[in-house]
């Protein structure tokens, strides 16, 4: 049976990408359909952004209540039988509900966006099959995701390997996990898991966070270290070992066999986007399995275009949701193209969470040579702290940097746990190049900070804002202390510490 309509575009998928996309193309005046099997929305409210959310702040609640329990007015709380799988309970019942419900409403009732609910056939470049029925549409938009890459070892499908996507689906708490892969994935979900009395260890092939700046790297591996989770770097996962569930994984390193024992393990190595369905096409694959796209997201076969995931890195679901909005731009015949300068990065690291844009210092010294640095806490230890005259394992160790009640909190109780910022600026042109944190809340403010990049903001335009005191990044007040220096030179005495956290 042929639909009675034709659509401007089927967008083949309605996660992040391909509902922003259809919408905007809405928006515009066009004719979109969605073809979706599960959920608008994709994984997005089932496994990855919104459920990380919730499932970080429940794992923050389990960090700070330990830190927390009897001191000053907290009374004693027991944590023995705080459940992982219970939190992640909770989200399946409510929340994937929930926001299911939401994002079905807002796309077809509020935004008017008709969606062919079942599982999609492309037939050709301008036919889809779902339960049966034929949709035309004029142009076709992939956005059809990414799934977890899954290395070919020994015992990758025993019971008790997982992956993101089978977080929320937890029914057990494991005792021991180990987490084969250090990227942002990895290092957020043994920051989530080890709240919940749950031991973990995490075993990179190359380096844990490559991209990131060394002091913010610094600063969560020392509180990985506090915290009892190991890092191992350079070790080379061989096996996963057990007799019909996990039980162990086993590791090169450093020429030397080494067995984690363990009862779940996360695979958390990467990202391979799903670009299969769209294969048959004729479109271009990368190395990665990606398809790919021009900067208007278009394929190489015209009037094929894809978004999201599925058309590679980076990973990030305001590149996903802007991918759909530049697609639905060219085939409403502008000539749209993607920005992908200053993409902000972010990790839930409960409980804080780490953010940054821009060049990390080794980048900004590379290219700018000297540059200054606009950070707290900005050094070793005072002379003469006398921790103790403040509060038992009061480190005083710099300012403190503040953001909500975690941060405030974590200053007081948390050993110097509560953070650091860090603003790079090249003291000849005076702008800033790059802006990373470890804290509560900060993440809001990089959405903006990244566009001040980009407009080439300065020190001098950053001191004249208003700042709300206490806030969680401190940019405004820590530049407009320095901003009157003719000659800018920062602050005197900016070395972070540095130490070795992660086992090599
Ligand atoms: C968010 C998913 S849960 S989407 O990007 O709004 O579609």
Redesign the pocket.
């Known amino acids: 049976m042929v639909g009675e309509k034709e659509y401007d575009a089927i967008w083949f998928g309605?996660?992040?990408?391909g509902?922003?996309g259809a919408a905007f193309h809405k928006a515009l005046g066009g004719k979109p359909l969605i073809v979706e099997e599960h959920h608008?929305?994709?994984e997005?409210?089932v496994c990855r952004?919104?459920f990380e959310n919730f499932f970080s702040d429940q794992a923050s609640m389990a960090e700070l209540m330990r830190l927390y329990s009897g001191k000053s007015w907290y009374p004693k709380i027991d944590l023995s039988n705080i459940s992982a799988a219970k939190a992640a309970e909770l989200y399946r019942e409510v929340g994937q509900r929930a926001?299911a419900d939401t994002?079905k409403h807002?796309?077809e009732k509020q935004l008017g966006v008709e969606v062919a609910w079942g599982k999609g056939k492309i037939i050709d470049k301008n036919t889809v099959e779902v339960n049966g029925k034929i949709y035309k549409g004029k142009n076709l938009v992939i956005g059809t995701g990414s799934r977890p890459t899954m290395p070919n070892i020994p015992g990758i499908n025993l019971p008790g390997v997982m992956t993101y996507i089978d977080h929320p689906e937890m029914r057990k708490d494991p005792k021991k996990m180990v987490i084969i892969g250090g990227g942002k994935i990895g290092i957020g979900k043994a920051a989530m898991f080890a709240p919940f009395n749950i031991e973990v260890t995490v075993l990179e092939k190359y380096t844990c966070l490559p991209k990131w700046d060394r002091d913010i790297r610094n600063f969560i591996f020392r509180d990985f270290k506090r915290r009892g989770i190991k890092i191992y770097e350079g070790i080379d996962v061989e096996e996963i070992k057990g007799k019909g569930k996990v039980e162990s994984v086993v590791a090169q390193f450093n020429g030397e066999t080494m067995e984690f024992p363990c009862d779940a393990v996360m695979m958390s190595i990467g990202l391979t986007p799903n670009s299969e369905p769209a294969i048959p096409l004729g479109v271009k694959i990368g190395k990665t399995n990606e398809i790919i796209i021009d900067e208007g997201c278009r394929t190489n076969v015209p009037g094929v275009y894809a978004i999201g995931d599925a058309a590679g890195p980076p990973y990030f679901?305001a590149i996903?949701?802007k991918r759909g909005m530049i697609a639905a731009k060219n085939i409403a015949g502008e000539d749209a193209k993607m920005d992908y300068s200053f993409v902000p990065d972010h990790i839930y690291i409960p409980p804080l969470e780490a953010t940054c844009v821009g060049l990390t210092e080794a980048e900004a010294r590379e290219k700018y040579g000297d540059v200054v640095l606009i950070q707290v806490p900005w050094g070793p230890k005072p002379e003469d702290p006398k921790p103790e005259e403040y509060y038992p394992g009061f480190e005083n160790q710099g300012l403190p940097v503040c953001g909500r009640m975690h941060t405030l909190n974590l200053l007081f109780y948390g050993q110097n746990r509560n953070g650091l910022v860090k603003a790079i600026v090249d003291p000849k042109s005076r702008k800033y190049v790059g802006f990373h944190s470890v804290g509560d809340g900060a993440k809001t403010a990089f959405q903006y900070l990244s566009y001040l990049l980009k407009i080439g903001w300065t020190v001098d335009q950053m001191a004249n804002l208003h700042e709300i005191f206490l806030n969680a990044e401190h940019f405004i007040q820590l530049s407009r202390l320095v901003a009157g220096q003719k000659e800018l030179k920062g602050f005197a005495a900016q070395v972070y510490l540095e130490e070795d956290y992660i086992c090599r």
């Open positions: 309605g996660g992040a990408a509902r922003f608008l929305g994709g997005c409210h952004c919104a926001f994002m807002q796309t679901m996903a949701r």
